[in-house]
C-alpha cells in the first residue's frame, strides 16, 4: 500500500494553463476517483502521478517518497505503478500471456505470476490468444493484470470502461474494482461518469477549474456538496431562489428547513439544492404530509422520461422559474399537462445567492 500526495501542482501546456495548484492526497490502499468534465484536467493528473510528464510546479510524493519536484525526479520505470489506460493498448503482435509478462524480469514470467493473473482477471486458460480475438470487456481485463504484474504499489485507472457498452461496462467495473480491492492497491481512476464515481470510490474529488473543487466520500459530496458548482455536477440539482431565516428557507416550493451545516449561519438571500428524489408528486389536490416534509407547492407536468426502474418528471412551478425535475421510482404518476401537486421530504443544503441573485444552471 502507498500514500501518494500531489501538493501545489502546476501545469501548462503552450498558452493552456490545465492545473492551477492542485492538491490531492491518496491515503494508503484508498480508491478515489477523480470526476471532471472533458478537458478538466484529469488525465494530465494521472499522467503527472505516472511521471510520464513533468509538472511546471509542485511536489509529488507516493509512500513519502518525492518522485516528482524542482530538484528531484524519478523516473516512470522506477515509480512502481500500474497505469491502465482508456483503450487498453495492449501490443497487437503479442499473445495475452506476452502482453500481460512484457514489464516482467524473465524469471517472474515463468514463475507462474502470469497464469495467477489471468486466473484473477478471469481470463484463465486464454493466455495463448491475440488481443483482437478478445472481446473489448477481456481486453481490458488483460490491461489490468498487465498494469498489476509487477506488484505496483499504485495502480492509475484513465476511464478504462468509457468505450464499452452499458451492461458490460457496469460488470467489468464490479470485477475490476473487486479485484484491486482485493489486492490492497492504491487506486486512482478518473472518470467523467458520476454515477461510476459514487459508486466505486472511498473518496471522490470533483475537478474543475485545474484544482480539486471538493475532496469527500461519496455520500457527503452528493448530499453537502460544498458550492453550486459541485451539486450540479454531481446528481441532477434543482438550484431555487430562497430567502434564509431561523433555520429554514423559503422557496418556491415552501419552507424548507436547513441542514445542520448550515442551519444556523445562513440568513438573507441563499440558493436552494433540492435533489429530484426529495420531491413527491401527485395529481393536484393536496399531498399528505409525512414526517420532515415542507408545506409543498403546484405546478402543471411539462414533459417526463421513463427508464424502466425509475422515471423522471419536468413540473412548471405556478408562477415561479425554472422547472423542477422530480424522479419517482418505477412508472411516473402523473401525464404530461397534469396538474400536481409538489412536496419536499427532509432538509436542504443551501449558499448564499451570488450578486446577481440567479441560480447557476448547467
Not at 175 to 195: G, N, Y
Not at 287 to 296: F, K, L, Q
Amino acid at each position: 500500500m502507498s500514500r501518494i500526495a500531489c501538493k501545489g501542482i502546476w501545469k501548462s501546456f503552450g498558452n493552456t494553463r490545465v492545473l492551477e495548484g492542485l492538491d490531492l492526497e491518496v491515503p494508503d490502499g484508498a480508491v478515489v476517483t477523480v470526476l471532471g468534465a472533458s478537458g478538466s484536467g484529469k488525465t494530465t493528473l494521472l499522467r503527472l502521478i505516472a511521471g510520464f510528464e513533468r509538472p511546471d510546479s509542485g511536489t509529488i510524493l507516493i509512500d513519502d517518497e518525492v518522485v516528482d519536484s524542482a530538484r528531484h525526479f524519478v523516473a516512470p520505470e522506477r515509480r512502481r505503478i500500474g497505469y491502465v489506460a482508456q483503450e487498453g493498448d495492449l501490443f497487437p503482435h503479442l499473445t495475452v500471456a506476452r502482453n500481460i509478462g512484457f514489464g516482467l524480469a524473465r524469471r517472474e514470467r515463468t514463475s507462474g505470476r502470469i497464469e495467477e493473473l489471468l486466473e484473477l482477471v478471469g481470463l484463465k486458460g486464454l493466455g495463448g490468444r491475440y488481443p483482437h480475438e478478445l472481446s473489448g470487456g477481456q481486453q481490458q481485463r488483460v490491461a489490468l493484470a498487465r498494469a498489476l504484474a509487477p506488484h505496483p504499489r499504485v495502480v492509475l485507472l484513465d476511464e478504462p470502461f468509457s468505450s464499452l457498452d452499458a451492461s458490460l461496462r457496469a460488470s467489468l467495473r464490479f470485477d475490476v474494482m473487486r479485484i484491486l480491492r482485493e489486492q490492497r492497491a492504491t487506486t486512482v481512476f478518473v472518470t467523467h461518469d458520476q454515477a461510476e464515481a459514487l459508486s466505486v470510490a472511498d473518496l471522490v474529488g470533483i475537478m474543475s477549474g485545474g484544482r480539486i473543487r471538493q475532496f469527500a466520500p461519496p455520500e457527503e459530496l452528493y448530499s453537502r456538496p460544498i458550492d453550486p458548482t459541485v451539486a450540479q455536477f454531481l446528481g441532477e440539482a434543482n438550484l431555487l431562489r430562497g430567502r434564509a431565516a431561523r433555520g429554514a428557507v423559503e422557496t418556491a416550493l415552501g419552507t424548507l428547513p436547513l441542514g445542520d451545516g448550515n442551519r444556523s449561519s445562513l440568513v438573507g438571500p441563499v440558493l436552494v439544492l433540492v435533489r429530484p428524489e426529495q420531491i413527491s408528486i401527485q395529481r393536484s389536490g393536496r399531498v399528505p404530509v409525512g414526517p420532515g416534509a415542507g408545506e409543498g407547492a403546484t405546478g402543471r407536468v411539462i414533459h417526463r422520461e421513463y427508464y424502466g426502474h425509475d422515471c423522471v418528471v419536468l413540473v412548471s412551478l405556478d408562477g415561479a422559474e425554472p422547472a423542477v425535475r422530480v424522479r419517482c421510482p418505477g412508472q411516473a404518476p402523473v401525464e404530461v399537462g397534469d396538474a400536481v401537486a409538489l412536496q419536499v421530504t427532509g432538509a436542504v443544503v443551501a449558499w448564499p445567492a451570488e450578486p446577481s441573485g440567479d441560480p447557476l444552471r448547467r
